[in-house]
């Protein structure tokens, strides 16, 4: 594996540490709302779609809290997580020995 990406994935890991970090202090950083999570997406590189991809394959969970026109959210640990998930499986994961 190349220096290049195994030092993404490690931020990528390092990431989702911090992540899991706040949201077990604070919960309510973990909620995105579903235009934040797209938008989110889109800063890290990833086509807006793949949150649906993810939604539909069941690695991130979609949220409502109520009915009707109530905003959908997102977890951000779970995005991040799919992200690192992602990051490791481009970076062709070989065997290290």
Do not use: H
Request: aromatic letters at 8%; zero cysteines.
């Amino acid at each position: 594996m190349e220096r290049e990406a195994l030092d993404r994935i490690v931020q990528q890991a390092m990431f989702l540490g911090q992540v899991q970090y706040m949201t077990m202090i604070e919960p309510e950083t973990d909620k995105m709302k579903q235009r934040e999570a797209r938008r989110y997406l889109i800063r890290r590189g990833y086509d807006q779609k793949v949150l649906d991809e993810w939604v539909n394959a069941g690695l991130v969970n979609r949220r409502k809290d109520g009915e009707g026109n109530a905003p959908v959210y997102y977890s951000l640990k779970e995005i991040q997580r799919q992200i690192t998930v992602t990051e490791m499986m481009k970076g062709n994961i070989q065997q290290i020995t």
